[in-house]
């Protein structure tokens, strides 16, 4: 059974930059796609990236040139570096694990990060 921990989350001021590592137990992840998610007060979660098998990536609009999503597949981790980070990307993150054409999906507990000066 595939379980994720994020860390990494904190309080950083408007323009500075944080790494949020999720570490991955269990079996496939190389064969999973992994994401983060965000969801902010009062909001529903949204995607932030995604990274395939395959390395591919995709990003929201509103992180996209901000944001880098990667991943260790001998380690099972995936990675989120924050950059440029503003005010409204003040939210709770979170890993997710997936495998395509499946019902597979895991999330991790999340992660808050404040943007604030």
């Known amino acids: 059974q595939v379980q994720l921990v994020e860390s990494g989350g904190g309080l950083v001021q408007p323009g500075g930059s944080l790494r949020l590592p999720c570490a991955a137990s269990g079996t496939f992840f190389s064969i999973a796609i992994m994401g983060w998610y965000r969801q902010a007060p009062g909001k529903e979660r949204e995607l932030v990236a995604t990274?395939?098998?395959?390395?591919?990536?995709n990003y929201a609009d509103s992180v996209n040139g901000r944001f880098t999503i990667s991943r260790d597949n001998a380690n099972n981790t995936v990675w989120l570096q924050m950059n440029s980070l503003k005010p409204e990307d003040t939210a709770v993150y979170y890993c997710n694990f997936r495998i395509a054409l499946t019902k597979v999906e895991v999330w991790g507990q999340g992660t808050l990060v404040t943007v604030s000066s």
């Open positions: 990274i395939t098998s395959g390395t591919t990536t």
